[in-house]
């Protein structure tokens, strides 16, 4: 496993990284998720992103549990707070209620006395900015948030963020986590140039495209028995990306692999290390085995012959 820094910090997180969205606390049981987590960690995996939305705090506890084995520096811990934990007014957004009573609630569950990395899991709108990057600041200054960062933030929102972070002299975000694969790139545009500029590093998920990425969907086929496609409580985000086209590119891409002896979900991650703004890659994983394969992508390098070819494939 190779490391890269996290944005402009100090700190050093894995190349492949393992995430609980969908799964931990949910589809996955406690204990398979363990062995999960046992094999990411083994493999030198110290990334470890979760969020206090994901099935309502299940997935920070599974987190928390499966992890608490291990000597708390050796990994890196992550999770975020936005969206409603409950029904009432205060229970959402980037307040400072809201984020002061969430990570606490978040360090409860998880069981620690820090969380390395803490992101805002969407803007708010609703809240100044400033009241939002304090509230960060107060905690990072407590010990109880190491860093700070974002997900799903636009190119303008992180350029605001680092600016009033600078006016104000508060700490600044580390951290953006964008949807990011070789069938969504929207971010190369405008979010990588101005998250190069601030020092701020993408931790992609969903960097199989919702399992489309490995191969095991094929044009005009029927939906491979006890896939996320096949599930109807988790197919409304896969949806957007398996289609007719993309499956198409899919087996193109893996003659591409074939030849380069890596698995197709090998080089689609590899392919997204490509760019020095990415920190990490999170991969989801429900066996261990595919957190072995996944791993693997580490260290990869692309030729720019093959970086081409995927180029023309993807356009």
Known sequence: M??????????????ISLGSWLTYGGSVEAAQAEDVIDKAYGLGINFFDTANVYHRGAAEEIVGKALKKYPRHSYVLATKVFFPMGDKPNESGLSRKHIMEQCEASLKRMKVDYIDLYQCHRYDPETPLDETLRALDDLITQGKVLYAGVSEWSAVQIADAAAAARELNLDRIVSNQPNYSMLHRAIEKEIVPVSEREGVGQIVFSPLAQGVLTGKYKPEAPLPEGSRAADPKSNMFINRVLT???LRKVEKLQAVAAELGLSMSQLALAWILRLPNVSSCIIGASRPEQVEENAKASGVKLSAETLQRIEDILA
């Open 2 to 15: 190779e490391y890269r820094r996290l944005g402009r910090s100090g700190v050093k997180v894995s190349e």
């Open 244 to 246: 007719d086209t993309n």
